[in-house]
């Protein structure tokens, strides 16, 4: 099972939006909408931004939001914070098993 | 509050065993998945495995079948991750992470273990 294909980086000033793609195939981001989004700080665990696609958790900012179009997902940031500096990375279901993405190292400007 | 705490830092040497834990608290440990993941030192997110504590189904990412095994002991609420031979290549920071099974929400997640594995 191949890691889900995210861009490296992406950067955005303050209260821009930025959006990270996920993609993967019809066998697990395409075939399911069990996508999940997770943001690392350095030195910390993974937190859950969005799961079932689109679905926020409690505590977690309405920036943050998911969508998924065929084999690709994507997690939007809509008014970027310094505090959204971070590593973020997508899992998605994949039949019995889960992957996840590459990762994508977001930078606030 | 719903929590999983894994037990400390690891320095073995190479083919040495070792078996790290994940205790969970503040819910029914038997209705949940427990998930382990993997992040060697600059590198992403890796899936190894996952067990439901229940029935002790299992479930190995096929990158990790063979290399590691996981299991769990519900009387104690507690999960683990257990090596019978680590190479180097094994140094990474471990964590775990609760699963529901009809989301596809890893939630919360534990504090990690970092596992050194050196001569």
């Known amino acids: 099972q191949s890691a889900l294909t995210q861009p490296r980086s992406v950067s955005g000033s303050p209260g821009q939006s930025v959006t990270i793609s996920c993609t993967g195939t019809?066998?697990?981001?395409?075939?399911?909408?069990?996508v999940s989004w997770y943001q690392q700080h350095p030195g910390k665990a993974p937190k859950l931004m969005i799961y079932?696609?689109?679905k926020r958790p409690s505590g977690v900012p309405d920036r943050f939001s998911g969508s998924k179009s065929g084999n690709t997902a994507s997690l939007t940031i809509s008014g970027l914070q310094a505090e959204d500096e971070a590593d973020y990375y997508c899992?998605?279901?994949?039949?019995?098993?889960?992957?996840f993405g590459t990762g994508t190292k977001v930078t606030v400007l | 509050e719903v929590q999983l705490v894994q037990s400390g830092a690891e320095v073995k040497k190479p083919g040495e065993s070792l078996k790290i834990s994940c205790k969970g608290s503040?819910?029914?440990?038997?209705?949940?998945?427990i998930g382990w993941v993997r992040q060697m030192p600059g590198k992403g997110l890796e899936w190894m495995g996952i067990?439901?504590?229940?029935?002790?189904?299992?479930r190995y990412s096929p990158s990790f079948q063979g290399q590691v095994t996981i299991s769990a002991d519900k009387s104690i609420s507690t999960a683990y991750l257990q090596w019978s031979s680590l190479k180097a290549s094994d140094t990474a920071m471990y964590y775990c992470?609760?699963?529901?099974?009809?989301?596809?929400?890893?939630?919360?997640w534990g504090q990690g273990t970092l596992v050194t594995v050196s001569s």
């Open positions: 992470a609760r699963h529901r099974a009809d989301t596809a929400m890893f939630d919360p």
């Open positions: 503040g819910y029914s440990f038997t209705s949940y998945w």
């Open positions: 067990i439901y504590p229940g029935d002790s189904d299992t």
């Open positions: 019809s066998s697990d981001v395409g075939g399911y909408n069990y």
């Open positions: 079932d696609v689109s």
């Open positions: 899992c998605s279901y994949a039949g019995s098993l889960y992957v």
